[in-house]
């Protein structure tokens, strides 16, 4: 039905050519869902079948008329033959615009008359036939709003229509050929009901139809509005369950590119979510982690003990000569991340803290270095045209951690033979992972009723706005309409939540794996 298409469209917003500030919500803001110009002409495509599909459905009620001394009663009013000619979906600041033109119907039914004045001519009965067509038109406002559960409600605000009668005839032998005389007046009684029937017809619909669909989908901390040529859903995130960060949640962008136009769909995902889980993941201190030396695997070049520092701290190996020794990395600022042109990086300020096990009078710090570990990976896809399969890719750019000397009780380090050592490690650790993420993951594409096609990653870096979108052309099949939005929905509101889990048992289940 066509309410399913506005409701498909209501899950987005379209690139705008103003920027207008959306309708305030609760905090925690993390992804915006927007669909570009190029996905309202798709959905204008859809609606348009699914609106013929639904005016075959319109019954005319009676329509009674009282005119120089007639009593004219039209019933059993039925509609079929339904044409439409153009269909259009916009948005403007505050509501959705259905636009319908070349409306085109063909209605039959039943007359019957009586005359109370002279001459008193017999009551009579017959058929008559409608033609409905030219100029034609519903033109309608759907407006949306949210209540403080930050609930979407959507409604009807205004509605008008122009009824264009190109026929109108009676049938029904002498006084079918009278009404004829008189089919003026009661075309315009016609005109009357049929547009006051067609708004009754989308109000209803939105009504029962579109309004209960939001209503079984989990939308709680779902905001959707609409601006001049654009309509958008915010999904606020849940307050969180931990400790709430200390910095503000910035403002996802009215989306006006390019770029992202070629797509019909589009979700972006500001850096806040993601620097919330590690605001998280500092504040817990399992971002810490202690090396001693059985961690270290018998293959590497560098083992933990003074020996193979003699060179880079000389005043260690000569106060604790061939002793062992443990590394403690300590997370001494929150995590940052931010996405670049290409790329997102993530930077973590470190304190290393190189430490002597004595053989008898337990550990000694030995020197103290400081590092901003930087991790700059570029997020992809690539699509194959030919079977409409998406890849996404992962590829480390750069992975650098530049040492700097903090504290010591050891006298001179060398921290610049330490930095190429740790420079040679990480360049080595980055061709092993890059290699090992090459292949890539074959993306899902069919999510119920919705398949995704030539899916593309993008990024954006501004003083403003910091997010990465992705962006898809979609192919909509009617079945299963609820319970794919249902799915989508749900895993996105499940996603923080989840996305916290994993990364605080990645990082336990790495610990745990180091002490082994």
Request: net charge neutral; glycine share 8%; charged share 15%.
């Amino acid at each position: 039905m066509l309410v399913q298409c506005l409701f498909l469209a209501l899950l987005g917003v379209s690139p705008v050519s103003a920027a207008v500030a959306p309708p305030p919500i609760a905090d925690f803001v993390g992804a915006r869902a927007f669909l570009t110009q190029r996905g309202f002409a798709y959905i204008d495509t859809l609606a348009k079948a699914e609106i013929i599909a639904g005016l075959k459905d319109v019954k005319i009620p009676s329509v009674a008329i009282k005119k120089d001394g007639f009593n004219i009663n039209l019933d059993n009013l039925e509609c079929k033959n339904v044409q439409v000619s153009t269909l259009d979906i916009s948005a403007t600041s505050g509501s959705l615009g259905l636009q319908i033109g070349g409306v085109a119907v063909t209605c039959t039914g039943d007359w019957k008359y009586k005359l109370h004045s002279w001459p008193h001519i017999p009551k009579g009965h017959g058929s008559v036939d409608i033609s409905v067509g030219g100029s034609s038109s519903i033109v309608a406002s759907i407006t949306i709003s949210n209540n403080d559960e930050n609930n979407t409600n959507i409604g009807v605000g205004a509605c008008a229509t122009k009824v264009d009668i190109t026929n109108l005839h009676f049938h029904g032998g002498l006084s079918g050929d009278i009404l004829n005389l008189l089919k003026h007046v009661i075309e315009s009684a016609i005109e009357r009901s049929l547009k006051s029937k067609l708004c009754d017809v989308v109000k209803t619909e939105v009504k029962t139809k579109v309004q209960p669909e939001f209503q079984k989908v989990p939308l709680s901390y779902l905001a959707c509005g609409s601006m001049e040529n654009a309509l958008f859903c915010d999904f606020h995130l849940p307050p969180p369950a931990m400790a709430a960060p200390p910095f503000p949640v910035p403002p996802l962008p009215v989306l006006n590119n390019d770029v992202l136009a070629a797509k019909e769909l589009a979700l972006a995902l500001g850096s806040f979510p993601l620097n919330d889980i590690f605001y998280n993941l500092y504040n817990s201190g399992v971002l810490d982690i202690t090396i001693t030396p059985n961690m270290v695997p018998p293959s590497s070049p560098i083992q933990l003990n003074t020996s193979a520092f003699k060179d880079i701290a000389p005043g260690m190996f000569k106060k604790w000569p061939n002793q062992p020794m443990q590394l403690e990395v300590n997370v001494s600022k929150r995590p940052i991340l931010a996405y670049g042109d290409d790329a997102a990086t993530l930077t973590v300020p470190l304190d290393m803290t190189f430490s002597v096990i004595g053989p008898k009078s337990g550990v000694h710090v030995a020197f103290v270095e400081t590092c901003p570990f930087t991790l700059a990976t570029a997020v992809s896809i690539d699509s194959d045209e030919s079977t409409g399969n998406s890849t996404l890719k992962a590829m480390i750019k750069a992975l650098t951690c530049f040492l700097e000397l903090k504290e010591t009780t050891v006298g001179n380090v060398s921290s610049v033979s330490l930095n190429q050592i740790v420079a040679v490690a990480l360049l080595l650790g980055e061709q092993a992972i890059n290699k090992k993420l090459k292949h890539g993951i074959v993306l899902p594409t069919h999510f119920h009723s919705v398949e995704l096609q030539n899916s593309s990653i993008f990024y954006f870096n501004g003083t403003a706005t910091n997010f990465v979108a992705f962006g898809a052309n979609l192919v909509y099949k009617p079945h299963g309409f609820v319970s794919g939005v249902q799915s989508i929905m749900g895993g996105l509101m499940r996603m923080r939540a989840q996305a916290k889990k994993s990364i605080f048992s990645a990082f336990s289940e790495f610990k745990a794996g180091l002490s082994l």
